[in-house]
């Protein structure tokens, strides 16, 4: 999808996927909403509702981040 976005993300084991995910979603969407005003009357939300969180498991973050550097749009 072109306007995917991939993020690689550290946190704490304690700290739940979906309130990570959601806290990223909002605060980017509070900031693009601050910075593009005259969007806001056109778009009714900014994103989707879904994401995808998934753990890095056995694999290291470079492996990760050279998955997410692949995906990159040309």
């Known amino acids: 999808m072109p306007d995917r976005v991939h993020l690689l993300v550290e946190a704490e084991p304690t ?3 979906a309130e ?3 806290g990223v979603k909002g605060s980017t969407s ?4 601050a910075e593009f005003v005259s969007s806001r009357s056109r778009l009714p939300a900014l994103g989707s509702h879904g994401y995808y969180a998934g753990r890095v ?3 290291s ?3 990760v981040r050279k998955y997410i550097e692949g995906h990159k749009r040309k």
Not at 30 to 33: E, F, G, I, Y
């Open 20 to 22: 990570i995910a959601n």
């Open 30 to 33: 509070s900031v693009l909403r």
């Open 57 to 59: 498991g056995a694999a």
């Open 15 to 17: 700290r739940c996927r």
């Open 61 to 63: 973050a470079a492996v």
